[in-house]
């Protein structure tokens, strides 16, 4: 197994690159603030996730990494937050991005409460 086979990643780089994409349409005077700083966390929770799948052989490590990502996760979903009242996405775009930070927050909770099923069979 890899930590690709991961639904936590495999989601979270599925809306690193949808926020990608809409942070094009981005105002070109965000470019090295909001629209650097939500490429970065939302990135940022994929390499976490990463990096912790690599270390889950020592639980203390591993679950480290992936607070490190539901931080970042996190931080994703403020500056979306922050998009939605430059409005540079509507109410829409908004709650369907919001859901999927959602659905990978918990996937990385569930892991970090149950460290030793990572890595087996069971594809979280």
């Known amino acids: 197994m890899d930590f690709r086979d991961l639904q936590a990643y495999k989601k979270a780089f599925a809306l690193a690159m949808e926020i990608y994409k809409i942070t094009k ?8 603030s909001l629209i650097d700083q939500i490429r970065r966390s939302s990135r940022s929770v994929c390499s976490n996730i990463a990096e912790s799948y ?16 539901d931080g970042e996760n996190s ?8 998009a939605l009242a430059c409005n540079y996405i509507d109410k829409e775009s908004f709650q369907n991005l ?8 918990e996937l990385i909770n569930y892991m970090i409460l149950n460290p030793e099923k990572i890595g087996s069979s ?3």
């Not at 919001?98 to 927050?105: P, R, T, V």
């Open 25 to 32: 349409e981005f105002p070109n005077e965000e470019k090295y």
């Open 75 to 82: 931080e994703t979903l403020v500056w979306l937050e922050f």
């Open 98 to 105: 919001e859901s999927e930070n959602k659905e990978i927050g």
């Open 122 to 124: 069971i594809l979280i």
């Open 54 to 69: 690599r270390k889950r052989n020592y639980p203390k490590h591993f679950v480290t990494k992936l607070i490190d990502s």
